[in-house]
């Protein structure tokens, strides 16, 4: 099962490197990453399919591991109708209009749809009616 994990990082080079040799050395594949930088330093959202390994890979190289969330990880959406203006905003809503709040939501591989929200386990039925 897909794992977003939090992790801390400097703002300076060599820190993104460091992460993914990290990962690829011990075999970890990353399937999906969001970074954004603030205030000299950088919060990392990392999926992977390993957690443990990911975690144990991470912190041989100094990195602390901040958080691990469940995520709903979406299929890949070949379908050239569902990669369209309004897609997000229609899940969103489905979600709201169920009292489901997203707490993490972020794009990747294979046009795939990253959700954490405060019930994954009903917002992974609602959303697989839509899709």
Avoid: W
């Amino acid at each position: 099962m897909a794992k977003d994990l939090l992790v801390t990082l400097e703002d300076q080079p060599g820190e993104g490197a460091r992460l993914g040799e990290a990962l690829g050395t011990a075999g970890v594949n990353i399937e999906g990453l969001c970074a954004f930088m603030e205030g000299g330093t950088g919060s990392v959202h990392v999926l992977v399919d390993d957690p443990a390994g990911a975690r144990a890979a991470l912190e041989g190289a100094g990195i602390t591991v901040d958080a691990e969330t469940d995520v709903i990880v979406s299929p890949a959406l070949p379908d050239p109708d569902l990669d369209t203006p309004g897609v997000f905003g229609g899940m969103a809503r489905a979600l709201a209009d169920a009292g489901i709040n997203i707490s993490l939501v972020y794009v990747v591989s294979r046009n795939r749809v990253v959700l954490a929200t405060s019930d994954n386990q009903r917002a992974t039925q609602l959303l697989q009616t839509m899709m």
